[in-house]
């Protein structure tokens, strides 16, 4: 079947908005996009498709060497499409995972070091085979589980992870986060984490990411082991080709993820902290109101890999499970939202230069359960909340996005769902 362009419409500057516009229809471009370099090392819901960030690097033509701020990084695409476009980056993000995920994706060392990273993860696929086959042997017993989080029993843990995997696959995914725990150097473990963490999913009874149903899914034994071996290989192959392809000035600066909170951006010097005007540009996607709950869908991966999840609770912004069923509820979540919302566009503000700009993607969505669901148009709430803090849009682009089912198209009836990428600049 024949892929037609999307219409889109466009506001603001013509010359902007059409730059806009490219970088918003993605829909020729191809699927293999999404896998190149680091792209595809990592599933994470509603991450930016990488060639709307490298034409919006292209819109911006920033200098050499500019410093570039995605409050919102994710599991780091605009970090590793800033690195190919020669400038240098800070991703913020509260969800330990996305950090881990992005440092990962953007891991600046010499090739030797990557290899040293692919012989830990092929020795660890080894030993974990090893394992399974002296499980199956008499007299046998098991490696213990890995510690629960604080709050947490150990029952709770077992519970939580039980009904999720088939018990030999259960049990291959401890014994790779046992060896992970004893590998002796300790700056490779966050990475074979992150390994680690790409597999979860795939090998467990959960659909997707974002899908929480559950599904049969017949594996050897094995499996797991061995998809851990070949993601360290995609990895590494695909840092190599990052380093290949960058421009010379940023093989030195890379990117940088730091584990934080958009509504309050660290304000000390650079390198650690973003002091008022010190940025040149922000390229982000803001969390959308009430479609996204990233506490959920990474709850597997959060509990086998042992990571906190009480910060991601309190500072997740917009998650799902904030909007109720009752008009009350779903008012409430709207108001909790907009004010992060605007916390987040106040700092964005605060660290750009007057007069540095900011691209974000937005996308409208349908906030609350049941008869209280409403339609939420982002571009409406962003074109209210941006002058507040010192922001002024200067074009706009908009796509219509296809609805999935009634309570949908009934919000939506007087207005099509869009997504919107927005240019915004500080006002000097």
């Known amino acids: ?7 889109i419409d466009r506001h603001g500057d013509p010359r902007q908005a059409a730059a806009l516009a490219r970088a918003l229809d993605v829909v020729m471009a191809g699927e293999e996009h999404t896998r190149r370099y680091t792209h595809g090392f990592h599933s ?3 991450r930016m498709h990488p060639m709307t960030a490298r034409r919006v690097f292209a819109l911006l033509d920033l200098p050499r060497g500019a410093l570039v701020v995605d409050p919102f990084c994710g599991s780091g695409t605009v970090l590793v499409e800033a690195v190919l476009a020669g400038v240098r980056a800070v991703g913020v993000d509260a969800n330990p995972l996305a950090i881990a995920i992005a440092r990962a994706k953007t891991w600046a060392v010499p090739a030797a070091r990557r290899k040293e990273l692919q012989s830990a993860a092929r020795r660890i696929a080894a030993l974990v085979v090893e394992e399974g086959k002296a499980a199956r042997r008499a007299g046998y017993e098991p490696p213990a589980d890995r510690k629960p989080p604080p709050g947490m029993t150990a029952a709770e843990r077992a519970e939580a992870l039980g009904g999720w995997f088939d018990p030999h696959v259960r049990r291959e995914l401890e014994t790779l986060a046992m060896f992970i725990d004893r590998e002796k150097d300790a700056e490779l473990r966050p990475f074979l984490q992150s390994l680690l963490s790409s597999v979860i999913i795939k090998v467990s009874r959960r659909e997707s990411d974002t ?8 594996l050897a034994r094995g499996m797991a082991a061995r998809l851990f071996g070949q993601r360290a290989d995609e990895l590494v192959e695909g840092l190599a080709a990052i380093e290949k392809d960058a421009p010379a000035a940023a093989k030195v600066a ?3 993820a730091w584990l934080g909170d958009a509504r309050s951006l660290p304000r000390k010097p650079l390198p650690d902290g973003l002091p008022d005007g010190s940025v040149q540009a922000i390229v982000s996607s803001p969390p959308y109101a009430g479609t996204y709950d990233y506490l959920e869908h990474h709850s597997l991966r959060l509990l086998l890999l042992g990571l906190p999840s009480s910060d991601l609770d309190a500072k997740e912004i917009g998650a799902r499970r904030s909007f109720g069923a009752t008009p009350k509820d779903v008012a409430l979540g709207l108001k909790k939202w907009s004010k992060d919302l605007k916390q987040s566009l106040s700092q964005m503000a605060r660290v750009l230069e007057p007069g540095g700009r900011a691209v974000l993607l937005l996308g409208d969505s349908l906030a609350g359960r049941g008869p209280a669901a409403q339609a939420v148009h982002a571009d409406m709430w962003l074109a209210e909340l941006a002058p507040e803090v010192g922001l002024e849009i200067v074009a706009a682009a908009s796509m219509a996005r296809e609805m999935l089912g009634g309570a949908e198209r009934r919000a939506f009836e007087a207005r099509s769902k869009r997504e919107h990428l927005v240019l915004l600049r500080k006002k000097a």
């Open 254 to 256: 890379w990117a940088e």
């Open 211 to 218: 899908s929480g149903q559950m599904v049969s899914r017949h």
């Open 44 to 46: 994470y819901p509603a």
């Open 1 to 7: 079947m024949q892929v037609r362009p999307a219409r």
